[in-house]
């Protein structure tokens, strides 16, 4: 399995962005597809997640209501809508995929928020 993140760059406080993450390889089938992040110089921190079969999701409560995750089953991919974006919010963006005992990391995509 290869997760390949997408979407990140440079926008204003404010702003939006929408992240991408499409998998390939064997068969996909996840138990769940999840974003991180790294911010500068900091830990990498859970952003959400989401029930790949009944689109269960849960959120870090620092991007609650501005944050949106989704899938397209169809297309092997995830989403991160990103709105109301703030400079906190820089970091580089990675995805994830469970699959049984495993989880599969993308290579991350930079945002970058300034004020």
């Known amino acids: 399995v290869q997760l390949q993140a997408s979407g990140g760059g440079l926008v204003q406080a404010g702003g939006s962005l929408r992240l991408s993450c499409a998998a390939s390889g064997r068969s996909f089938s996840p138990s769940a597809m999840a974003w991180f992040r790294q911010p500068p110089g900091k830990e990498r921190e859970f952003v959400a997640t989401?029930?790949?079969?009944?689109?269960?999701?849960q959120y870090a409560n620092s991007v609650k209501e501005r944050f949106s995750i989704s899938t397209d089953n169809a297309k092997n991919t995830a989403y991160l809508q990103m709105n109301s974006l703030q400079p906190e919010d820089t970091a580089i963006y990675y995805c994830?995929?469970?699959?049984?005992?495993?989880?599969?990391w993308g290579q991350g995509t930079l945002v970058t928020v300034s004020s």
């Open positions: 994830t995929a469970t699959l049984g005992a495993f989880d599969y």
């Open positions: 989401i029930r790949w079969s009944g689109g269960r999701t």
